[in-house]
């Protein structure tokens, strides 16, 4: 069997040793195979033996765009760990037999499938558990705050702001709404739509974006939850000048934040200090010191632009992008939607977006 740009699991189903041809498998061991091709044996580059590396402790065995990941009780076998089970599978080499061939009584996928045997696949953006929530309001927070109190109460989710930018003429300098939600949802795609007719051209344009908010501290010497790193100097500091990182400590820093009001800033080269919760939007001080996704600033970032500078010139007045990814909101950030008009008239610009949110009641 061929397995398609999925993943598949060799398993040890017993206590006993499971053979795989001369392939020994050790006990609670399992070998993960990704073949995006149906490649033979004598086809994959097991002369080089240069593509085949110790990465942080993890074993990949390279086919070409694929690799076979090892690991035995839990842990990922290293490179020398791996060896006397690659000297076994050597054998298996020059008989050009079929890595597919190989597995096929030993590998096991819980995919559906088609009658011939084919698996069947649905791409989905975002994992189990998150629902599919279609909304051209933001939340009202106060009326949260209440259902918090009282769950009979209204929920407050998609009943705050619509996202609407008025403008009343022409206008040069950028018209700009906020809105903002209470919990953590990933925004997939949506609709944007303009009016009256008449009243805009390629002139005017709109954009969609995130804006932060500079996150909090405050002084408590010797007792803080972290300590302020200067971005200019790179040394610590005792007093913020509105122009630092905040760095975890352990009960025994010179400040303090408040992390349930703190503002994440996803870190793009994975160097923060803080985790975040993509469910609950919960910071916390990360276990990865310095190997995180998520920073916190004594100062607001620019904003992030999802959309720029799109142009008003399509005649149906409307634009749908369709992308496959989603984009997390957290509830401390304001999605922002900036609309600049040069042309004469009143204006209206509106939507609404697909979004995945874990509540929706």
Same mark, same amino acid.
């Given at each position: ?129 998150? &629902?599919?929530?279609?909304? $051209? @309001?933001? !939340?009202?927070? %106060?009326? +949260?705050? /209440? ?45 944007? &739509?303009?009016?009256?007719? $008449? @009243?805009? !051209?390629?002139? %005017?344009? +709109?954009? /969609? ?153």
């Amino acid at each position: 069997m061929s397995i398609y740009n999925s993943q598949a699991s060799l398993h040890n189903i017993s206590d006993e040793t499971q053979m795989i041809g001369s392939l020994m498998i050790p006990d609670s061991s399992f070998v993960n195979i990704w073949d995006t091709k149906s490649v033979n044996v004598s086809q994959v580059v097991w002369d080089n033996f240069n593509t085949i590396k110790d990465n942080h402790n993890e074993m990949y065995i390279l086919l070409r765009d694929g690799y076979i990941q090892m690991m035995h009780d839990g842990l990922y076998l290293t490179f020398k760990q791996s060896l006397s089970v690659l000297n076994d599978m050597y054998s298996q080499i020059e008989k050009n037999v079929e890595v597919t061939k190989l597995l096929s009584t030993g590998v096991k996928t819980d995919s559906l499938k088609e009658d011939d045997g084919r698996q069947i696949v649905t791409p989905s953006p975002i994992g189990i558990g998150w &629902n599919v929530y279609f909304t $051209g @309001y933001d !939340d009202d927070a %106060d009326q +949260f705050a /209440i259902y918090q109190q009282n769950p009979f109460a209204p929920s407050g989710r998609g009943d705050g702001r619509p996202f609407l930018v008025e403008v009343a003429g022409e206008e040069a300098d950028p018209t700009i709404e906020e809105f903002s939600f209470v919990e953590p949802l990933h925004v997939h795609d949506g609709e944007i &739509n303009w009016g009256p007719d $008449g @009243y805009w !051209d390629y002139k %005017d344009r +709109f954009s /969609i974006g995130i804006r932060f908010t500079a996150t909090e501290v405050t002084v408590t010497p010797g007792t803080g939850n972290c300590n302020l790193v200067s971005v200019v100097t790179g040394q610590p500091v005792l007093e913020s000048s509105g122009f630092e990182i905040i760095i975890p400590a352990a009960g025994d820093g010179y400040f303090s934040v408040d992390l349930a009001a703190a503002c994440p800033i996803r870190n793009t080269k994975r160097t923060g200090y803080w985790d975040v919760d993509e469910e609950t939007g919960t910071i916390s001080a990360s276990t990865n010191m310095g190997g995180a996704m998520f920073d916190l600033y004594t100062f607001a970032p620019q904003d992030a632009w999802l959309m720029k500078n799109i142009a008003t010139a399509n005649y149906r007045h409307i634009m749908e992008p369709d992308v496959y990814r989603t984009e997390l909101i957290h509830p401390s950030w304001k999605v922002i939607m900036s609309v600049t008009k040069l042309t004469p008239g009143v204006g209206w610009l509106t939507g609404w977006f697909t979004c995945f949110r874990k509540n929706v009641q």
